[in-house]
């Protein structure tokens, strides 16, 4: 693996940087776009965001915990997310949940092994008129069961 000065993704973060003249208050917006680039926030890229934009590392991890949208752990291909509120939670989500977690063979919060599925659950999608509510990366499936679990799967990118 070329080490993160020589990744092209690294110029691409770096020149986005740049483009917006990104400061502190921009953190967010650099974060976002460093995620879609590298799939993740590793320590090596908030280390190099923390330098280019002048901002503590502390902060930075001060934005990561509090925002759930952005992760240090690498992600699979597809990202599965069941809402768990309260709408969602009594319908059914919870069986839902195990359903995903033995098709899928990983526990929540786990990726597989191959690298083409994470697993997750949300508080809260919004959706509560669709209840009970999975997403899968940035697709919206709404009154989900139990049966309809394997489907959801199998039109999953693989």
Wanted: charged share 25%; net charge negative.
């Amino acid at each position: 693996m070329c080490s993160l000065k020589d990744n092209p993704k690294t110029r691409e973060l770096d020149d986005f940087i740049e483009e917006i003249d990104a400061k502190e208050s921009d953190l967010i917006l650099v974060l976002h776009r460093a995620q879609n680039l590298f799939g993740y926030l590793p320590e090596e890229v908030i280390s190099h965001i923390s330098e280019k934009i002048n901002v503590p590392k502390a902060k930075i991890f001060g934005v990561l915990s509090f925002y759930s949208y952005f992760t240090t752990t690498p992600r699979g291909k597809n990202v599965v997310n069941v809402c768990m509120g309260t709408a969602c939670f009594v319908r059914g989500a919870e069986a839902i949940l195990r359903e995903l977690e033995s098709q899928l063979r990983i526990k929540n919060g786990e990726t597989s092994i191959d690298g083409l599925f994470t697993l997750d659950s949300l508080r809260c999608v919004g959706a509560c008129g669709l209840a009970p509510v999975v997403m899968v990366n940035d697709k919206v499936y709404g009154r989900v069961t139990t049966e309809d679990v394997a489907r959801i799967i199998s039109e999953c990118e693989v």
